[in-house]
């Protein structure tokens, strides 16, 4: 099992940047791949972004790809998402996921709290 806890997230200018951080604890990266996801008010949980388990490849939802990057420290048992260029419509409860892995809320077995990222306009 894995417990994920993010943080990070916040209110921010349309054109800033935040980082979010997901540590985790029990059984690691080793064992599960790594995703982001979001859930807007009103919407479905959407993809966002992920880690292959090897933690090789990395892959993005096109609406953030460009923007978006994912990496981790292994040291920290700490997954990042750095966030540039934020938009409105990035307005989020955001959320890390560890499992088997892939690009659907149904690959992934655990998750984390959430943390809210809004931004304005």
């Known amino acids: 099992q894995v417990q994920l806890v993010e943080s990070g997230g916040g209110l921010v200018l349309a054109g800033g940047s935040l980082r979010l951080s997901c540590v985790a604890s029990?059984?690691?990266?080793?064992?599960?791949?790594m995703g982001w996801f979001r859930q807007a008010p009103g919407k479905e949980r959407e993809f966002v972004a992920a880690?292959?388990?090897?933690?090789?490849?990395?892959y993005y939802a096109d609406s953030v790809k460009g923007r978006f990057t994912t990496f981790r420290d292994n040291a920290k048992n700490t997954v990042y998402l750095q966030m540039n260029s934020l938009k409105p419509e990035d307005t989020a409860v955001y959320y890390c996921?560890?499992?088997?892995?892939?690009?659907?809320?149904?690959?992934?077995?655990?998750w984390g709290q959430g943390t809210q990222v809004t931004v304005s306009s």
């Open positions: 996921a560890a499992g088997p892995g892939g690009g659907g809320p149904e690959d992934y077995d655990y």
């Open positions: 029990g059984r690691t990266f080793a064992w599960y791949a």
């Open positions: 880690f292959t388990r090897s933690g090789d490849s990395t």
